[in-house]
């Protein structure tokens, strides 16, 4: 079946450890995007990529980083600069623009201590 | 910047009592609009989409919403609901190539 694969599902590391989160679709879908989740927060837009090597900053890029080398991958890394790093990372899918709606991934739960 | 507001961050119904959540949404153009549900520890599931085709757009698992261009809202509606139905239910609007999502509404469902 088709579908996102966020891998793990939980995530420790120590302070000021650099920590990258997979994400891998094999839906065919040429947009990819990584959201952060905290509570009553909704969902907060860290990343996006329209198409392959190329990507765009959302609202909270500041303290991550983003690859798109292959069209069904699109890991993120939080890096030491993130002042708060821990929250649950969702990553989506979507064939288009516009009326396309997201595909998600099951979510990353990362906890900095 | 678009921008939608989901009014009450919790909304409590008895099982069986109709279910309204409230989305409000910013743009001065009609949108494309989404309700999406999301269970504990999980990603986020497409309920319905609102695209301009009908005001009224039915989703899964008995949803639907109303798109009323006067009022800039969608709000989701359930007649009965279930036990099932607890969840955090999020409304987005996309926006160019980007999606934006309100702070959700937890539903609780009282016995």
């Known amino acids: 079946d088709g579908g996102i694969t966020q891998s793990p599902k939980y995530l420790f590391r120590k302070e000021g450890q650099n920590v990258t989160l997979s994400c891998e679709q094999n839906?065919?879908?040429?947009?990819m995007y990584w959201y952060r989740q905290d509570p009553g927060q909704g969902l907060r837009l860290i990343y996006y990529?329209?198409?392959?090597?190329?990507?765009q900053k959302g609202d909270i890029a500041e303290g991550y980083s983003v690859s798109r080398e292959k069209k069904e991958s699109f890991p993120l890394t939080v890096t030491s600069a993130q002042k708060n790093p821990t929250a649950f990372y969702l990553c989506?899918?979507?064939?288009?623009?516009?009326?396309?709606?997201?595909?998600f991934g099951n979510g990353t739960r990362l906890t900095v201590t | 910047a678009q921008s939608v507001t989901q009014l009450g961050s919790h909304v409590s119904v008895s099982e069986g009592a109709l279910v309204l959540l409230r989305c409000n949404y910013s743009s001065s153009v009609p949108p494309y609009l989404f309700w999406y549900v999301q269970y504990p520890n999980q990603g986020l599931q497409l309920l319905l989409k609102?695209?301009?085709?009908?005001?009224l757009v039915k989703g899964i698992n008995g949803f639907e919403a109303e798109f009323k261009k006067s009022e800039t809202s969608f709000h989701l509606t359930k007649p009965s609901a279930h036990m099932s139905d607890a969840a955090e239910y999020f409304c987005a609007v996309s926006e160019g190539d980007k999606i934006i999502f309100g702070k959700g509404t937890r539903l609780h469902i009282l016995p």
């Open positions: 990529s329209q198409i392959v090597n190329d990507f």
């Open positions: 839906l065919n879908h040429d947009a």
């Open positions: 989506a899918s979507t064939p288009g623009r516009g009326a396309s709606p997201l595909h």
């Open positions: 609102y695209t301009s085709a009908a005001t």
